[in-house]
């Protein structure tokens, strides 16, 4: 039976976390005299710490336990946070499958836990059998598999990726950043299933919240138990809050907008495989689009030079660029450079 008791830095079990005046008093009325706060102004009060009101309404919209959630500063804080939570710095490994978001490695370079890379096959999938020594190696404690994938920008076989998790015995956090575009369900409807799952999505992405920096994780509340612990106590500001909130109550634009870039991309996509440099436009599950042409670092420069910046990601695939899908009138003027480079 999975514990991730036995799996949490031994430092980090017996750690008593800070405790802050909102612990001990959670009303929201009365006259507050206990936080050191200016009595003065309309931003003075600490924000909840817990961040309640917010969770409620993911909860009901994800259809998951309030307790299952744990909202970040960011999905990065979450990646930093599940380093810290498992991973003896200089002893222990986490594991990834390249080329995918760099996070991963830098925030295990920060916490001294050396990355295991498994290039994906040329599918941009997850090739299974280099992975099988890793899974018994007890100095592994983490997974992590990005799915839609970045750069990539496609979705993991489902199937091997649930093979992975109930054949490891570590940690896999899966981020499904871009699960918004795809049209797939969430790997958090595994949760039960799997107690070693965590799944990471963002507001950043499909909420176009990019600029309050909250992301979400969904695991079981014993392993959220940690990452509560962990946190700083106040770590999601009041005025972001508020910010996921209101847009969490108009969920139609959401739906519309990602409507509107899925719509979009198809368009792009179709456009840029009628380019003479393009080599290959990969499927995309996500909002963005990879595609291999001529003279990458040529293209990026060109389009720099007309106000249009996209990402050279040829340090990671050999001569591909990655573009987000923009609005109509973006995608227009992107197209209309582009058809002017000759090469």
Not at 68 to 83: K, V
Not at 98 to 117: D, K, L, Q, W
Not at 189 to 211: D, E
């Amino acid at each position: 039976m999975f514990d991730p008791d036995k799996l949490v830095r031994e430092n980090v079990r017996d750690l008593i976390p800070y405790s802050c005046a909102r612990d001990e008093f959670e009303g929201k009325e009365g006259i507050f005299m206990d936080a050191n706060e200016n009595p003065y102004g309309s931003l003075n009060r600490y924000p909840d710490p817990y961040q309640k009101d917010l969770k409620a309404e993911v909860s009901r919209i994800k259809d998951i336990p309030a307790e299952n959630i744990f909202l970040g500063n960011g999905s990065d804080e979450i990646i930093d946070l599940t380093f810290r939570i498992f991973c003896n710095p200089g002893i222990d490994k986490a594991l990834t499958f390249s080329p995918t978001y760099g996070m991963y490695e830098v925030s295990a370079s920060v916490n001294n836990v050396r990355m295991i890379r498994i290039p994906l096959d040329n599918n941009f999938q997850i090739n299974p059998d280099p992975l099988s020594p890793y899974l018994n190696d007890r100095q592994v404690k983490l997974i992590f598999i990005c799915s839609p994938n970045n750069p990539t920008g496609n979705c993991m076989n489902s199937e091997i990726v649930e093979r992975i998790i109930s054949s490891f015995n570590g940690i896999v956090l899966i981020d499904e950043a871009y699960i918004d575009f795809s049209g797939r369900p969430s790997m958090a409807g595994k949760l039960v299933k799997y107690p070693n799952l965590i799944v990471m999505q963002t507001f950043s992405k499909a909420y176009g919240m990019a600029a309050a920096r909250v992301g979400m994780a969904f695991a079981s509340s014993d392993i959220l138990l940690y990452y509560n612990k962990m946190k700083p106590p106040y770590n999601i500001s009041t005025i972001n809050q508020k910010a996921i909130l209101k847009k969490l109550r108009d969920p139609g634009s959401v739906a519309e907008q990602v409507k509107r870039i899925r719509e979009q991309k198809e368009l792009l996509s179709s456009e840029l495989k009628k380019l003479a440099f393009t080599e290959e436009v990969f499927p995309s599950d996500s909002n963005f689009i990879l595609a291999r042409v001529k003279d990458a670092g040529f293209i990026y420069n060109y389009l720099v030079g007309r106000g249009i910046i996209v990402r050279n990601r040829s340090s990671v695939v050999n001569n591909c660029i990655r573009i987000t899908v923009g609005k109509k009138s973006e995608n227009r003027k992107l197209l209309n450079a582009l058809k002017t480079i000759k090469i």
